[in-house]
Every structure is written in structure tokens, then in C-alpha cells.
């Protein structure tokens, strides 16, 4: 079974500061996608960023960027330039990649969630 | 842009009775799934549905569970006898069919056992 840890409960960055939140996952497959979602205070869960693990090349969207080491089963959130509006609950979140395009669940198997407060 | 949307936002319920979330997906998507967040602990998955039927369940979605799509646009979790230990978050979400991966999620339903 696949399992997504999140070691850091809080962390808190000043504003235009760089902040890092770590994932480590555990599985044996070798076809998955691992997202990070964001939960601001109104609790609607929004995707920042997501990886599929077969690219070698980490991910980027704007200020957020990904360390993916696949070897190492690790998945790290980078937010540059942190700005008010990123203080939320980020989760880091597994999905198995299954044969057949149409076919199988594709859930999300989730961290328990780092709290990021962004200090003005 | 097109979104997911719960209600109630918040459901207050006492021990024994049934309550129903009900939840609008996305009009085009075709996976849809029930996830579950307890106060202070992780999402966890709860169940997932497409062509009218479950495609996957977890250990947490026992017989006091079910779910429906009854009219082609509301997707409902029905938890037939609430117990004190489902209150939690309660998120539905939705995926597309040609996409693989990214799910949207809805804003949520509190729901309070008491």
C-alpha cells in the first residue's frame, strides 16, 4: 500500500521569502502522479502543482516549482517570492498510474498536510 | 470557470439518524469521489464512482454508506445511521475524462454528530 508523509505539521516564511515543504511517499510502482493542493481558510482544496513521475524534469507553475527525486521517493514544494495569499494547509498527494486509460479509480492518497502561515 | 459545489456547507446531525451530502460535479466530468477529512488528520478516500457504479471503495465506506448519482448532475453520500466518529470534513471531487490525474475538489460539508 502506498503511504505520503509529510514530516513538518507547521512552518512559517516572511513575506518574499523562499519556503520549502517536504513529501516523502512510499510504493513500489513505477507509474504515478504526486500533486500538491493548497487549502486556504474557506477549506476549498485547489491544485498548485503536480508531477508525473516517469518526467525527469521537476515541475514549475509561476512561483511554485518541485524537487522530485524519484530514487529517493521524495517530492518537495518550493514557493518563491511568498506572498500573503499562499498561508493555507498544503497537502501532498499520491495517484497510481494504472494500465488502460479509461479504467480504475485513480484516488488520491494524501499527507497529513503541512500548515504554511506567511508572516507580513 | 466551472466549479464543484456542496451542500450544506454544514450539517449538524444527532447520533442514529441519516443525513445526505449532496454535491454538483462539474457538468462534463465523469469520475466522481467522496473523499473525508476528520478534524486535524488527513483526507482520506472514501469511495469513487463512474458509469453509474462504484469503481472503488475504502474500509471506511461500510454498510452505512452509499452513494448516487440520481438525476445526471447531483452525486449524493447518504450515511444511513451517523455515528460520533463521522464528523468530519466531507469533500466531494470530480476528474474529467480525458484527463488523467487532476481532480476538483468542492468547498466541503462540516458534518457534526452529536
Known amino acids: 500500500a502506498q503511504t505520503v508523509t509529510q514530516s513538518q505539521p507547521e512552518m512559517s516564511v516572511q513575506e518574499a521569502e523562499t519556503v520549502t515543504l517536504s513529501c516523502t511517499y512510499d510504493?513500489?510502482?513505477?507509474?504515478?502522479?504526486l500533486f500538491w493542493y493548497k487549502q486556504p481558510p474557506s477549506r476549498q482544496m485547489i491544485l498548485v502543482i503536480r508531477?508525473?513521475?516517469?518526467?525527469?524534469q521537476n515541475a514549475t507553475e509561476n512561483r511554485f516549482s518541485v524537487n522530485f527525486q524519484k530514487a529517493a521517493k521524495s517530492f518537495s514544494l518550493k514557493i518563491s517570492d511568498s506572498q500573503l495569499g499562499d498561508t493555507a494547509m498544503y497537502f501532498c498527494a499520491f495517484m497510481k498510474l494504472l494500465p488502460g486509460f479509461t479504467s480504475g479509480t485513480y484516488k488520491y492518497i494524501f499527507g497529513t498536510g503541512t500548515r504554511l502561515k506567511v508572516l507580513a | 470557470e466551472p466549479e464543484v459545489t456542496q451542500t450544506p456547507s454544514h450539517q449538524v446531525t444527532q447520533m442514529g439518524q441519516e443525513v445526505i451530502l449532496r454535491c454538483v460535479p462539474i457538468?462534463?466530468?465523469?469520475?466522481f469521489y467522496w473523499y473525508r477529512q476528520i478534524l486535524g488528520q488527513k483526507v482520506e478516500f472514501l469511495v469513487s464512482f463512474y458509469n453509474n457504479e462504484i469503481s472503488e471503495k475504502s474500509e471506511i465506506f461500510d454498510d452505512q454508506f452509499s452513494v448516487e448519482r440520481p438525476d445526471g448532475s447531483n452525486f449524493t453520500l447518504k450515511i444511513r445511521s451517523t455515528k460520533l466518529e463521522d464528523s468530519a470534513m466531507y469533500f466531494c471531487a470530480s476528474r474529467s475524462f480525458g484527463t488523467v490525474g487532476e481532480q476538483y475538489f468542492g468547498p466541503g460539508t462540516r458534518l457534526t454528530v452529536t
Open positions: 457538468s462534463n466530468h465523469l469520475y
Open positions: 510504493t513500489s510502482e513505477n507509474n504515478y502522479y
Open positions: 508531477q508525473e513521475a516517469y518526467k525527469q
